[in-house]
């Protein structure tokens, strides 16, 4: 059991036909699929499109703050959220509590009149709301840039397309595209592929425009729809709306920074045939723009902020936790009205 040369399973294994430099790049390949960002920003670059981000633009958004209301986009980061199933849940431990001292525990003796608490999260970084950073998603053995697989490890990390590289970003000017609104629906439903005509029709409606560096944050009411039903478990079953594959030449040519949904993986479930892995449109958006996406976000609440005052852009920060070496991060996105 193993691979071939060129990366797909096989009963041998076959060493790769290529060579990697001490960039961590794969000699002398070349991406041949349009869109993409190689390049772009650096031969070296491991931030992709959240360069777009830039001073200027961070400066200009915050002048969409008016009201001062803040909005989380975040779901509770507990053991009840929607979690991939190929993902273990969010365990919260508490080390010590009120309970141990009431008690009468050994801490109250080796600490003398001290009381307090301290806990513990264990989880997957992609456990809850979050983004899915350059390491994430692979294709042909080459990560956003041209950078070799083989850079992010077991044992080291994601040494190449770290989330800990975009600490200081994901900071800017955030448009909401609100597309059961636009539908008059409460969600959209599972299997609905969301097209450039629904995003552009969208903009329209709401008189918004799309601009380049926005994050740009797409509803569908997937995520709420959890939370409504008591058989969770058939949350999973008949796949889940998200955008199509023609969505991804209307990213580009928006020049996003970054791209957020209320889904489980941006893109539409089942995914549309024909494809040669499973998420296809993560390889085109994180691999070959080099675009951050986040998912599991919770839209609500800024669906309806947005549409009680008729504005749909808005400041937003959402920045990572510092996580070395990381593919993706935890965040509560907070929105500034």
């Known amino acids: 059991m193993g691979r071939n040369a060129d990366g797909s399973w096989a009963e041998e294994w076959v060493p790769p036909t290529f060579t990697v430099d001490r960039n961590g790049k794969v000699v002398g390949y070349v991406n041949d699929r349009q869109p993409n960002n190689w390049g772009r920003w650096g031969e070296l670059d491991e931030r992709g499109t959240v360069n777009l981000l830039t001073p200027e633009k961070i400066a200009e958004a915050a002048s969409l703050i008016r009201t001062g209301q803040v909005i989380s986009l975040a779901i509770p980061l507990d053991s009840s959220g929607p979690v991939h199933p190929t993902r273990t849940g969010v365990v919260h431990m508490y080390g010590y509590t009120g309970s141990d001292f009431v008690a009468g525990s050994v801490a109250g003796k080796i600490y003398p009149n001290f009381q307090g608490t301290d806990d513990y999260i264990f989880m997957p970084l992609q456990g809850s709301t979050q983004w899915d950073g350059i390491a994430h ?33 994901l900071v800017g000017r955030g448009v909401l595209l609100d597309i059961p609104r636009l539908k008059g629906v409460d ?62 030449q209307w990213v580009a040519d928006k020049d996003i920074a970054a791209l957020a949904m209320d889904n489980i993986a941006i893109e539409v479930e089942p995914f549309e045939a024909p494809y040669e892995h499973v998420y296809p449109l993560h390889a085109r958006l994180i691999r070959d723009l080099g675009l951050t996406l986040g998912e599991v976000w919770w839209l609500e609440e800024l669906a309806d902020a947005c549409a009680a005052d008729g504005r749909y852009e808005f400041f937003i920060s959402a920045p990572p936790l510092n996580v ?12 500034v009205k």
């Open 137 to 169: 998603f692979f294709y042909k053995d080459t990560m956003y840039n041209g950078f070799w697989i083989g850079n992010v490890e077991s044992f080291a990390g994601a040494r190449k397309g770290s989330i800990h590289n975009m600490k200081d970003t």
């Open 187 to 248: 969600r959209l439903e599972k299997g609905y592929g969301i097209t450039p005509k629904d995003l552009d029709d969208a903009c329209a409606a709401q008189g918004v425009e799309v601009r380049q560096g926005d994050i740009l944050i797409i509803r569908t009411g997937h995520v709420p729809y959890f939370y409504s039903l008591e058989d969770r478990a058939s949350f999973w079953v008949g796949g889940a709306p998200g955008i199509n594959s023609d969505c991804v």
């Open 324 to 335: 070395t070496n990381a593919s993706g991060s935890p965040v509560n996105p907070i929105v």
